[in-house]
C-alpha cells in the first residue's frame, strides 16, 4: 500500500479530511554548508589569475607546435579536453582537428597509425562533431568468417540495382553488357528466388531496349541433416542465429567466401555510393544508410512503395522495406502475389528510368519457401539451396560460375568467353586459379607480404603473354578478366598505400591490362574509392587475425584497449564493429586489472564503470588532475594550468551556490513544502554538470533555480496533490497570469507565487539584454510539462497503466529535459538565436534521445520506490503488462533503447548540424547528467555516500597546488 498521510481539519468549517501520498524522502544533508562564501584575498586572487594566463599562453605554443607530431598533437588535445581547460583553446583545438579530420581522413596520410593513435584519432574527432566513419577502426567488408560470422552472414544477399553495370555481392557474378534474352527463350527464362526475404536483399534487374537479367547468388544455411533455415525463424521453427554453435555444420562456407570480399554499390544512387553491410546482436544482417520500415500487410508494403516514389526514392531503399518481413508468414496465401505486385511495380520504376517499359513481361518470378521447399525445387536445385537459380530449357543452374557460362552461351549479345578451344581451356585453368590468386594475397598480408604475394602477380603476368592478339588475358575482353580485375585494382591501391610498392613494376602485361580494362565505361563506376579501402585495410589487418576476430595480441597494450574501449562509444546506429568493439574491449579490459599497474587499473576501473564520453567534464576533471599528474610524461604546464583553473573556477561556483541558497532559504520550503524534496544544493551540482565555464554564470543561476521550482512541482504531482487540487494548478501554470493564485490551495499558492516571482526576475533580466522573447519560450516549455505531469496523475488517481506508446508519449515531457533545454538558453549570450528555440519546439531527435535516456534510467532504477509509495506506473510496468515479460527482460530492452538514444545524440552532434554546437552540448550534457546520477540508483532522491563525494569534489574541494 502507498504510504498516506491524513491532513486533518483546522475548525469545524474546514473541508473534510483528505488522504494524502507520502514519500517521506530524506532531509538536505547539507543543511548551511553553502549559505556564506568568504571570498579570497583580492591580491592573491589577482596573481592566480595572470600565472593562469601566462600558463595558457605556454601551453597554446605548445600545442601549435605539436602539430608536427601527430601522436604528440592527439594525446596533448585530449589532456586538454580530460583536464577541463579545453574552454580556454577552443579555436585552436578546432583548427588543430580540422587539420587532422583534412589530412589524416581525407588523404590517409598516415605515418605512425597504431590502436592508440587510430582510437584516439576517432574519439577526438566524433567529440568535436567531424563525421568520421567507422571505417577509422572498422573491417567492413573485409571481414574474414568465423563460425560465428558465418551463420550470421548466410543470408546476406545484394540489393536491387539497375544499370548497364554491376559489381555486387558474389564476385564470380560478371558485368554483362547490353545482353539479351533470345527472343525464342522469352517464355522459358525465370528466376527462382527466395522471396521470404529473411534479412536484407533482392534481385539485380538491369536496362536496356529488350530484356537484360542479372542475379546474384544468395547463401542459405543448411545443416547436414538436409534441413534448410531461414535466419531467425519463429517461436517453434528456429532459425539460423537462434541454433548456430561451433558444433554445427552449415554447408555454406564457399558461398560466404564468395561473397566476404565484395560490397554492394547501389549503382541507382547518382553518385555510385558504397553500402556497408553490417552486424549486430540487435538488427542481425543490414545496410547502413538505407531506411527501413516494419510492415505487416502487403497493403502496408504497397503503400511504403507509393511513398518512396513520391521522395524519388531509389529501388534499393523499397526493396529494404521489405526487410525482414517475410520470416514469419510462413505460407500465406499472399506472399506470392505481394512480392509479384512489389517486383513488377519496382521494375516498372526502373523501367521508367531508363525509359524502358514492358520490363516485366519478360520475367517469370517463382517464390520460393525454403523452410518447406516443393520437391522439385529440393530434387534440382544444389543442396546449399542457393538463390537466386536460373531455370532455362528444363535445367536449372545455381553455381554462380556455370550460371555465368550459361548465360553467357544461351543469351544474346556479344559472348564472354572464346569459342577457341585453346583459349576455352586456358580461361577454366584461370578460373580454378583466381581462388589462389585471392587467398595468397590476402594471407600475405599477414606475413612477409610482398615476397609472398610477388609470385602471384608474377603468374598473372606470365598468364596474359599467353595469348597476344590483345591486351587482355585471353586476348580480348572475357569473364577472366572480370573474375580478377577486382581484386587487382584493390591490390594495386592497397600496395601502393602501405608498402610504397608498384604491382606493375616490371610486369609491362600487368601495366597495359589494367590501364585497358581502366578504359572500359562500365567497370569505371564499380571501381573502389582508393581512401575508403585503405582505411578499410587498416581496420581489418591491423586489428583483426585471419577469422575475423580481434587479435588477442591487442590486449597486451592495454592503453590502447583502454583509448579503444573509450572510443567504442561514440558509435552510432549501422556500426556493427563498434558494437562488436565495445563488447571486445570491456571483456578484456574486465580481465586486466590483477596484470597492470595501480594507476593504469584505476584508469581501467573507472573507465568500465564511467566512459569519459558518458561522464560529467567538471568531474571527470577532477578526477583526471590527479592521474595526469602520476604521468611521467605530463607536461608541467599543463598540469598547473589545470590545477590553478579550477580552483578559480570552483570559487565561482561557490559564489554563485551561496547566492542561490540564499534565495532558497528564503523561500523557507523545508518547512513550508514538507512533502517535496529539499535538494538544491543537488540542482546545482545538476546544472554546473551542464555548463560549468565561467561565461555560463547567468545561465546556471537562472537554470538552477528553474529546475529546484521543478523539482518541488514535480513532487506536488506525484506526492501531495489531489486531482481535484492538481487541474486548475495545471489550468493556472498554463494561464500564468499571478490572479490564479486565488484558486489553489495554500500550499500550492507557496509554490506557484515563487514560480511566479523566478520567471518575472529572469524576464527583468533578460529585458537588460533585449532578449525578453526569449522568456516566452521557457513559459511555453513549463506549460506543457505541467500538463504531461496533469496526465500522468490522471492515470494513477484512475489506476490505468498505459501502453509503451502512450506512456513515452507522455513520459518524454515528464523528463523535463525538453523544458531545461529550452531555459538551458536563457542565459547563454548571442549564440542563441530565435531559431534556436523554434528548433527546440520542432521536437528534435537530440532532444528526443536526451529525454529517453533521462526517462528510462530513472524508471529503471527509482520504479520499485515509486511503486511502494504510489505512483503513475513506470516504463517498467507499462511494458511488463503490455507484453507479458519478466522485469528483467524489460530492463533488458529498455537499457537496450538507452544505448540507441545515446547513439542518437552522437549521429545528432555530427556535422554539420542544425544548431550551434555549444547548444548541442547543453543537451549531451543533460544525458551525461542522468548516466551518472542514476547509474547506481535515484541519486537525486535518495542522495548517498557516491553522490555526496561528487558534490563535494566539484563544490567543495580544492585541487591541491
Not at 436 to 459: I, N, R
Amino acid at each position: 500500500m502507498p504510504n498516506q498521510v491524513s491532513v486533518l481539519p483546522l475548525s469545524q468549517n474546514a473541508k473534510p479530511e483528505v488522504v494524502r501520498r507520502t514519500a517521506n524522502f530524506h532531509p538536505s544533508i547539507w543543511g548551511d554548508r553553502f549559505l556564506n562564501y568568504n571570498s579570497e584575498d583580492k591580491v592573491i586572487l589577482s596573481h592566480k589569475v595572470r600565472e593562469v594566463e601566462e600558463l595558457k599562453e605556454e601551453v597554446r605554443k605548445e600545442l601549435l607546435a605539436s602539430a608536427a607530431h601527430h601522436s604528440q598533437h592527439l594525446s596533448l588535445i585530449d589532456a586538454l579536453q580530460r583536464l577541463g581547460v579545453a574552454y580556454h583553446f577552443e579555436r585552436e583545438i578546432e583548427e588543430a582537428l580540422k587539420h587532422i579530420y583534412a589530412t589524416y581522413i581525407d588523404h590517409n596520410d598516415i605515418e605512425d597509425d597504431n590502436l592508440n593513435n587510430v582510437s584516439l584519432r576517432f574519439r577526438l574527432l566524433r567529440q568535436q562533431g567531424f563525421n568520421v566513419s567507422c571505417e577509422e577502426i572498422e573491417e567492413a567488408s573485409y571481414l574474414n568468417p568465423s563460425a560465428s560470422h558465418i551463420a550470421a552472414f548466410s543470408s546476406l544477399r545484394s540489393h536491387i540495382a539497375a544499370s548497364s553495370v554491376s559489381m555486387l555481392s558474389s564476385r564470380r557474378l560478371p558485368l554483362f553488357r547490353g545482353l539479351k534474352v533470345k527472343p525464342e527463350f522469352h517464355n522459358s527464362v525465370s528466376w527462382l528466388g527466395h522471396f521470404q526475404l529473411a534479412t536484407r536483399g533482392g534481385l539485380v534487374v538491369c536496362e536496356a531496349q529488350d530484356t537484360f537479367v542479372e542475379g546474384t547468388v544468395f547463401a542459405y544455411g543448411q545443416t547436414n541433416s538436409g534441413k534448410t533455415y531461414t535466419m531467425r525463424g519463429s517461436g517453434t521453427e528456429p532459425g539460423v542465429i537462434p541454433l548456430s554453435d561451433v558444433d554445427r555444420e552449415f554447408l555454406l562456407r564457399m558461398s560466404y567466401m564468395e561473397i566476404y570480399n565484395e560490397e554492394i554499390n547501389d549503382l541507382l544512387a547518382p553518385e555510385h555510393r558504397k553500402l556497408q553491410i553490417h552486424e549486430s546482436l540487435e538488427r542481425g544482417i543490414y545496410v547502413a544508410g538505407l531506411r527501413e520500415e516494419i510492415v505487416a500487410s502487403p497493403k502496408q508494403v504497397l503503400d511504403l512503395m507509393e511513398f518512396g516514389e513520391c521522395l524519388e526514392l531509389y529501388l534499393p531503399a523499397v526493396w529494404c522495406l521489405l526487410g525482414d518481413f517475410g520470416v514469419n508468414l510462413g505460407s500465406c496465401s499472399w506472399l506470392e502475389e505481394l512480392v509479384r505486385q512489389a517486383l513488377f511495380r519496382g521494375l516498372d520504376h526502373v523501367a521508367e528510368i531508363f525509359e524502358v517499359q514492358g520490363l516485366h513481361d519478360k520475367i517469370k518470378l517463382v517464390p520460393i519457401n525454403l523452410q518447406n521447399s516443393p520437391a522439385w525445387y529440393k530434387e534440382k536445385v544444389y543442396p546449399e539451396n542457393k538463390v537466386p537459380a536460373l531455370e532455362h530449357n528444363g535445367k536449372i543452374i545455381g553455381e554462380s560460375l556455370d550460371l555465368i557460362k550459361y548465360v553467357d552461351s544461351n543469351f544474346e549479345g556479344p559472348s564472354l568467353l572464346s569459342h577457341d578451344h585453346a583459349k576455352k581451356e586456358f580461361a577454366e585453368e584461370l578460373f580454378a586459379y583466381s581462388d589462389t590468386f585471392t587467398k595468397t594475397v590476402y594471407t600475405s598480408f599477414k606475413g612477409d607480404t610482398l615476397k609472398e604475394a610477388g609470385p602471384a602477380f608474377d603468374h598473372l603476368e606470365k598468364a596474359l603473354h599467353k595469348f597476344d592478339d590483345g591486351p587482355f588475358f585471353l586476348g580480348q575482353f572475357s569473364l577472366v578478366d572480370i573474375a580478377f580485375i577486382p581484386f587487382v585494382e584493390r591490390f594495386q591501391i592497397v600496395f601502393s598505400a602501405q608498402w610504397n610498392y608498384d604491382i606493375t613494376a616490371g610486369r609491362p602485361k600487368l601495366a597495359k591490362w589494367i590501364e585497358e580494362v581502366n578504359k572500359i565505361d562500365a567497370y569505371k563506376v564499380t571501381k573502389t574509392d582508393p581512401k575508403e579501402l585503405v582505411e578499410l585495410y587498416k581496420a581489418c589487418f591491423l586489428f583483426k587475425d585471419e577469422i575475423g576476430q580481434f587479435k588477442e595480441s591487442l590486449t597486451t597494450n592495454v592503453q590502447g584497449m583502454l583509448d579503444f574501449y573509450e572510443a567504442t562509444h561514440l558509435r552510432v546506429h549501422a556500426e556493427g564493429i563498434i558494437d562488436e568493439a565495445l563488447v571486445f574491449t570491456t571483456t578484456h579490459l574486465k580481465s586486466t586489472a590483477s596484470a597492470i599497474s595501480n594507476l593504469l587499473a584505476a584508469q581501467v576501473t573507472h573507465a568500465l564503470k564511467q566512459p569519459i564520453h558518458k561522464g560529467i567534464p567538471r568531474l571527470e576533471a577532477w578526477r583526471y588532475i590527479s592521474i595526469y599528474e602520476q604521468d611521467a610524461s605530463h607536461n608541467k604546464a599543463l598540469l598547473k594550468l589545470s590545477k590553478l583553473d579550477f580552483n578559480l573556477v570552483q570559487s565561482l561556483h561557490k559564489e554563485e551556490l551561496s547566492d542561490i541558497t540564499r534565495w532558497w532559504k528564503e523561500l523557507d520550503f523545508a518547512r513550508k513544502l514538507p512533502f517535496a524534496r529539499d535538494r538544491v544544493v543537488e540542482c546545482y551540482f545538476w546544472i554546473v554538470a551542464v555548463y560549468f565555464e565561467p561565461q555560463y554564470s547567468l545561465a546556471r543561476k537562472i537554470l538552477t533555480k528553474v529546475i529546484a521550482m521543478t523539482s518541488i512541482i514535480d513532487d506536488i504531482y506525484d506526492v501531495y496533490g489531489t486531482l481535484e487540487e492538481l487541474e486548475p494548478f495545471t489550468e493556472a501554470i498554463e494561464r500564468w497570469d499571478i490572479s490564479s493564485i486565488d484558486q489553489l490551495p495554500e500550499y500550492m499558492q507557496i509554490c506557484y507565487r515563487a514560480l511566479f516571482d523566478v520567471f518575472e526576475a529572469i524576464e527583468e533580466e533578460l529585458a537588460r539584454q533585449e532578449r525578453s522573447y526569449r522568456i516566452n519560450y521557457a513559459k511555453d516549455a513549463m506549460k506543457l510539462l505541467v500538463r504531461a505531469y496533469f496526465d500522468e496523475a490522471k492515470w494513477f488517481h484512475q489506476d490505468y497503466v498505459p501502453t509503451m506508446e502512450e506512456y513515452m508519449h507522455v513520459a518524454l515531457k515528464t523528463s523535463g529535459y525538453p523544458m531545461l533545454t529550452a531555459v538551458s538558453f536563457l542565459g547563454m549570450g548571442d549564440i542563441v538565436t530565435k531559431e534556436a528555440f523554434d528548433w527546440i519546439f520542432s521536437n528534435p531527435k537530440i532532444i528526443t534521445a536526451s529525454s529517453v535516456i533521462g526517462r528510462l534510467m530513472d524508471d529503471i532504477k527509482s520504479h520499485k520506490f515509486e511503486q511502494e509509495r504510489g505512483h503513475a506506473a513506470s516504463a517498467v510496468e507499462c511494458y511488463m503488462k503490455q507484453h507479458g515479460v519478466s522485469e528483467q527482460v524489460v530492463h533488458d530492452e529498455l537499457k537496450r533503447q538507452v544505448d540507441d538514444a545515446w547513439k542518437d545524440i552522437n549521429e545528432e552532434c555530427m556535422r554539420p548540424t542544425v544548431v550551434p554546437m555549444p547548444l548541442l552540448m547543453r543537451v549531451l550534457n543533460l544525458a551525461r547528467v542522468i548516466d551518472v546520477i542514476y547509474k547506481e540508483g535515484d541519486g537525486y532522491t535518495h542522495f548517498g555516500k557516491e553522490m555526496k563525494d561528487n558534490d563535494a569534489s566539484v563544490l567543495i574541494d580544492a585541487v591541491p597546488i
